[in-house]
């Protein structure tokens, strides 16, 4: 009963961002039916989870196209109380952010959105080309001690849709910056891979009075320091930029470096490391790069716009990048989260590798409908994100009562002791019965649940968007 106590309490303070009771009361079944679902994700596999009838199918679907709330609303509370909890990551007392893109095969053929998509993985199970959306999300690093996890706040679609094939659209990097500033506390850290790592973004971010912490390409070029001769004058406009350092060349004096010993993905590696503060994308304000060299010969460059932060700090913030990719596997693997099957019925079928589709070539109506589509597959997403969020709390606030009600044995566990989001899931599954069937319906989600037993007002099919 602690457990499905102290979702409910976490769950209730969204509240605020629902403008309609009955809206926020289907957000409280639908997080349930995630959290508490044994079969293949799917609208249908939350109602059976709770014991909700058939009859209430339609009304569970019209919540994903509801017009009572805004998503990004209620991602952007999720975050706010994130931040208010004592167990975030901090670094020089400022909360952490991670960012990235994830990309998700839709085999949909009249599914918005949906484009030919290049992996540039290392993985051999995944193919080169796929058609599919691709999703830019950002986190916060939330943990104790060696528990550390990426608590996903906002996912958003951000490829696959042009206004117009004359207007200029954003580029990725540019919308992963503006989904950073949404998020973000002013002064806060966020930690991107290289691909972000570009003047538009710090810039952005730095507008933001936010920092980022990157890996920059090993074919980077920075500025030294420009010395004005005042003996020299010639014409034109004044020159700002000082000689180019190609950081590559930097890595010659490798060899009488300090090495420290470094925790990396949960290993201790020793790394040589160099700081250098430099010029890159303006040039009024520095970088600090920290140019590193395992024991093997592998060498990175990292990047830090704050510039008072230590390398080794740097190099272990960096590392700490890789849980947003663990996130977005319990995701994908144990959640479903992007398993969403929702169709535009007016649009024609795309061709087998669409590219960006233009609202342009469609008249009002449908791109209205379009874009409320789009809207429907991030409330999905974003819905599984919160459910996910609520396991790493659990998993982090009562280890012990998880462990205690955990129905079942894994061979190989987390060595720093506390739960992982399956272990937390499995418990609130085995506890099901035990909470609703046999329990005081104390609990909303018992209360919402004896207002089903009577007969449902039927909703016609007319009612959702098409």
């Not at 609303?73 to 167990?87: D, K, M």
């Not at 849709?161 to 990097?173: D, G, N, R």
């Not at 969403?340 to 007016?346: A, V």
């Not at 016609?460 to 968007?465: D, I, N, P, R």
């Amino acid at each position: 009963m602690e457990l499905y106590e102290r979702i409910e309490q976490i769950i209730v303070t969204l509240r605020p961002a629902f403008s309609r009771e009955s809206t926020f009361e289907w957000f409280v079944l639908l997080i349930w039916g995630a959290l508490l679902a044994t079969q293949p994700p799917a609208v249908t596999s939350y109602l059976n989870a709770l014991g909700i009838g058939a009859e209430y199918y339609h009304h569970a679907l019209h919540w994903f196209h509801s017009s009572g709330y805004e998503m990004d609303r209620v991602c952007r509370r999720w975050g706010r109380w994130l931040s208010e909890q004592p167990y975030g990551y901090r670094l020089n007392g400022k909360r952490v952010y991670v960012g990235d893109g994830i990309k998700v095969s839709k085999e949909g053929r009249k599914m918005p959105g949906v484009k030919r998509l290049h992996q540039e993985s290392e993985t051999m199970s995944k193919p080169e080309w796929i058609r599919g959306h691709y999703f830019s999300a950002i986190g916060m690093l939330i943990g104790v001690d060696q528990a550390l996890f990426v608590s996903l706040i906002l996912l958003k679609l951000h490829d696959g849709l042009v206004v117009s094939p004359e207007a200029t659209p954003p580029t990725l990097t540019e919308k992963m910056a503006q989904l950073c500033r949404t998020v973000m506390e002013p002064g806060s850290y966020v930690v991107l891979d290289a691909y972000y790592a570009c003047a538009p973004v710090l810039k952005i971010l730095r507008q933001h009075s936010a920092h980022l912490i990157s890996r920059a390409r090993i074919s980077t070029v920075a500025r030294a320091e420009f010395c004005l001769n005042p003996s020299v004058i010639k014409r034109g406009r004044p020159r700002q930029w000082g000689a180019k350092i190609k950081l590559r060349d930097l890595f010659k004096e490798s060899s009488g470096w300090p090495k420290h010993v470094c925790s990396l993905y949960g290993k201790s590696v020793t790394i040589a490391y160099e700081c250098f503060e430099l010029y890159w994308d303006s040039p009024t304000q520095t970088v600090l790069f920290v140019l590193t060299q395992q024991d093997d010969g592998r060498q990175m460059i990292l990047l830090s716009s704050d510039v008072t932060l230590s390398g080794k700090l740097i190099i272990e913030t960096y590392a700490k990048r890789f849980k947003i990719e663990v996130a977005f596997r319990t995701l994908v693997l144990r959640l479903g989260g992007f398993a969403y099957r929702f169709w535009l019925k007016t649009l024609d079928k795309l061709p087998t590798w669409p590219r960006s589709m233009v609202l342009a070539d469609y008249d009002e109506k449908v791109q209205t409908q379009i874009l409320a589509k789009v809207e429907t597959f991030e409330r999905f997403v974003n819905l599984n994100a919160i459910a996910l969020g609520l396991l790493q709390i659990l998993a982090l606030e009562s280890p012990d009562l998880i462990w205690n009600g955990f129905p079942a044995w894994f061979r190989t566990l987390p060595n720093h002791g506390y739960p992982s989001e399956r272990i937390v899931r499995m418990t609130l599954q085995n506890q099901r019965e035990i909470n609703l069937a046999k329990s005081k319906p104390t609990l909303l989600l018992a209360k919402l649940l004896a207002r089903k037993l009577t007969t449902p007002r039927p909703m016609s099919k007319q009612a959702l968007v098409a």
